[in-house]
């Protein structure tokens, strides 16, 4: 199993990033995908979810209105879009994948990709 993010980097405030998680070695289509953030000396923290068939979704409150996440089933590819981006946002942004929407565990998770908001 292999979940790989990318697209993080460094960008102003009020840029935009897209990231993108390419997950492998298990059926993409059957698993919730989220995505999380943890900033220097903070413990881990939701960001946004969406359901197998892409139609259902859920914002941590911090991001909602400004984030977007989507997925493409045929690419085994979960995507993150920022928008509005705050110093605050700064973060590793990690994937991951569950099987059951209604659990809070997350089966698969990857090594994350870096996230720099400056001022």
């Known amino acids: 199993v292999q979940l790989q993010a990318s697209g993080g980097g460094l960008v102003q405030a009020g840029g935009s990033l897209r990231l993108s998680c390419a997950a492998s070695?298990?059926?993409?289509?059957?698993?919730?995908m989220g995505w999380f953030r943890q900033a220097p000396g903070k413990e881990r923290e939701f960001v946004a979810r969406?359901?197998?068939?892409?139609?259902?979704?859920r914002y941590a409150d911090s991001v909602k209105g400004r984030f977007t996440i989507s997925r493409d089933n045929a690419k085994n590819t979960v995507y993150l879009q920022m928008n509005s981006l705050k110093p605050e946002d700064t973060a590793l942004y990690y994937c991951?994948?569950?099987?059951?929407?209604?659990?809070?565990?997350?089966?698969?998770w990857g090594q994350g990709t870096q996230v720099t908001v400056s001022s």
């Open positions: 991951a994948a569950s099987s059951n929407w209604f659990k809070n565990d997350y089966d698969y």
């Open positions: 070695g298990f059926t993409f289509s059957n698993y919730v």
């Open positions: 969406i359901n197998q068939n892409g139609r259902l979704w």
